[in-house]
């Protein structure tokens, strides 16, 4: 059975940071592309980071770039969403999510197979 428990999120004042950890169990994590993908009530889910199997290609949202860094530890089976200059927009419910070796749309939600329960963001101004 494949989880994916993210934890790290919380409440902070902007300008602060967080970092989000996502432990995977029950895949290959080493043959897993990684995505950070985040929703806010009412709105659709949007793709904030990813990651390749080795780590060694990463994308991210425009709105992001500079401020989050994806990154992973396949020993540990966890990928990491280190969240930098946190603004009040990015408050939002945060998502973990896992695909298969290669994909196309690192970004986009359709190219994953398993999520995680979410964890929670709010940044305060």
């Known amino acids: 059975q494949v989880q994916l428990v993210e934890s790290g999120g919380g409440s902070v004042q902007a300008g602060g940071s967080l970092k989000l950890s996502c432990a995977a169990s029950g895949i290959t994590f080493r043959n897993a592309y990684m995505g950070w993908f985040r929703q806010a009530p009412g709105k659709e889910r949007e793709g904030v980071a990813a990651i390749s199997t080795g780590g060694g290609n990463t994308n991210y949202a425009d709105s992001v770039k500079g401020r989050f860094t994806i990154s992973r530890d396949n020993a540990a089976n966890t990928v990491y969403l280190q969240m930098n200059s946190l603004k009040p927009e990015d408050t939002h419910m945060y998502y973990c999510?896992?695909?298969?070796?290669?994909?196309?749309?690192?970004?986009?939600?359709?190219?994953?197979?398993?999520w995680g329960q979410g964890t929670q963001v709010t940044v305060s101004s």
């Open positions: 999510a896992a695909a298969g070796a290669w994909i196309r749309a690192p970004l986009e939600s359709r190219e994953y197979s398993y």
